[in-house]
């Protein structure tokens, strides 16, 4: 392989005409001869380049509206051919190919155009042919041919003029670069016409990401670890605009993420709502007529929990509210927005990070989660399942009263959210007590009220919040002693899967106890 290759002829064909002029400029005022087609060559034309046709290269001209004029050997061998093998110079001097040094190509916009809900037939005319064959051929052919497919990397090309060439660590990292990208192509083109056929375990399947952030290490020091996205633009993290602190670790996102797809599940419109979560698990869930009273009741169902953890809202956050967020260290706080108020007060705190998102995720929205095994992936739709009041099955002599419904439907989305075995307990809209992560349902069942009554010990209350509150669990109580355990934490109602082959017993223990009990048919295991 050659280190230097020249730079004297380059292909452009993009969709993205980001800073197409003016790198085409600095192309053209290097001595560079500008190859194009179509909408890219009259853009050059416009900014007052002179450009040569592809149709005049190939000797055919564009042909099926667009569908072919790139797909041909005056193209394909200008960039195949090995310019230090004899016999490819001897074809290309006899077939009349020119070399290409440099093809610059960023494909038809399908994403774009199944994200705007375009109909099949329009989706498939913006599946790019020749432009994914073009990279390709020049990825392959990086010993002596540059590719670029981002907007970004035109830098990279201009800073090599100079020089009178790229070297070869540059073009294979370009050419890395092209692959990637036309296998994303490929996996939009593959995921969305499963989908349109309705194929829910299609025989082959594929994920890919866009690198948004390079970490310092992973879940631990010895862990190396980066951040992608996938171009869904569903809110969160991953859109976010960070206003101050440090750049997030992984383990920052990760929770953060956690925190928000929580809050997201209590709309703005029903009010306003805060979710304090600590390594991946809610400690404190709230509604509140403010947001600085929802923050401040997520606060208090598990103070210790709360301090460095992620504050999640589903508002705009107000200058009170920030005042009562800084009051601890938490590590990010995250929400649809922030008022001038409230970026004053958050910029005093230094090392606290600020996202605002412009929006919530929609917990209906339909989606996929991959998660790795050895030797493989489990793929599994998004958990979207919801519970209204009316798909509640009256299991107990006592049905729940209003005030208790409306707690049990907010114990149940917020179980959701929390690892398995989950149990969750909460009075007037707020949890006062999360069990997480168990591995027997008493346990968290336990956890969970001890904690209740070491937050009454703490704050002098005379008795824990779990008196009079209403207990979720994420699913069905495999036996009694959980149920027992929560009514004695002073549980006066109960929501649960069922489904149970005791059932009966738990349903006899609940009525000794004089509990209500609903059953929603529904489970929501979250390993």
Not at 127 to 133: C, K, L, S, V
Not at 135 to 159: F, G, Q, S
Not at 216 to 235: C, I, K, L, M
Not at 454 to 478: H, I, K, N, R, Y
């Amino acid at each position: 392989m050659t280190d230097t290759a020249p730079l004297k002829t380059a292909l452009l064909s993009v969709s993205d005409k980001t800073g197409l002029t003016e790198f085409a400029a600095a192309l053209a005022g290097a001595g560079v001869r500008l190859l194009s087609t179509g909408g890219t060559a009259k853009a050059l034309r416009d900014a007052g380049l002179e450009v040569t046709d592809v149709a005049e290269v190939t000797g055919f001209p564009e042909m099926m509206d667009g569908r072919v004029k790139t797909l041909h050997p005056a193209v394909h061998g200008g960039l195949l051919a090995l310019r230090d093998n004899p016999e490819h110079v001897a074809a290309m001097k006899a077939h009349g190919i020119g070399a290409i040094d440099l093809l610059v190509v960023n494909l038809y916009p399908f994403e774009a155009t199944v994200a705007a809900g375009a109909d099949y037939d329009t989706c498939i005319e913006n599946i790019d042919i020749g432009g994914p064959a073009m990279i390709r051929a020049a990825a392959k052919n990086h010993a002596h041919v540059a590719v670029v497919t981002d907007p970004e990397d035109y830098a990279t090309i201009l800073a090599a003029l100079p020089g009178g060439g790229t070297d070869l660590a540059t073009r294979k990292r370009l050419a890395q670069i092209a692959y990637a990208r036309t296998a994303a192509y490929d996996t939009a083109v593959s995921t969305w016409m499963a989908g349109a056929l309705g194929e829910t375990a299609p025989r082959r399947a594929a994920v890919a990401g866009r690198l948004a952030q390079t970490m310092r290490y992973g879940e631990n020091p010895h862990q190396q670890a980066a951040f992608y996205t996938d171009g869904s633009g569903r809110p969160g993290v991953a859109t976010a605009v960070q206003h101050q602190g440090k750049a997030l670790s992984y383990n920052n996102i990760n929770d953060t993420d956690a925190a928000f797809e929580l809050v997201a599940e209590f709309a703005p419109q029903d009010g306003p709502a805060c979710v304090i979560v600590k390594h991946a698990n809610p400690c404190g869930v709230a509604r509140g007529a403010t947001l600085a009273e929802a923050y401040g009741r997520a606060f208090d169902c598990d103070r210790t929990s709360a301090f460095g953890g992620i504050i999640a809202l589903n508002g705009v956050v107000d200058g009170p509210t920030a005042e009562a967020i800084t009051g601890i260290f938490s590590e990010v706080v995250i929400a649809p927005g922030a008022d001038d108020d409230a970026m004053r007060v958050f910029a005093g705190k230094k090392n606290l990070r600020l996202l605002t998102t412009a929006g919530l995720p929609d917990p209906a929205a339909p989606g996929t989660t991959w998660r790795q095994v050895s030797g493989g992936y489990l793929v599994q739709d998004k958990d979207t399942g919801r519970i209204a009041a009316e798909d509640l099955k009256v299991v107990t002599k006592r049905a729940p009263t209003d005030a208790e419904l409306a707690d049990l439907l907010f114990a149940w989305r917020v179980a959701k959210h929390v690892k398995s075995n989950a149990i969750v307990y909460v009075k007037d809209g707020a949890t006062v007590g999360v069990g997480a992560g168990q591995m027997s349902r008493v346990d968290s069942t336990r956890i969970a009220a001890r904690k209740a009554r070491d937050m009454a010990e703490a704050m002098g209350l005379p008795a824990p919040l779990t008196e009079g509150s209403v207990v979720a669990s994420d699913a069905f109580f495999p036996f009694a002693d959980g149920l027992v355990t929560a009514a004695e934490a002073g549980a006066t109602a109960v929501i649960q899967p069922g489904g149970s082959m005791r059932d009966d017993e738990v349903i006899a223990a609940a009525d000794a106890a004089g509990l209500a009990m609903v059953f929603t048919g529904m489970r929501h295991f979250r390993h």
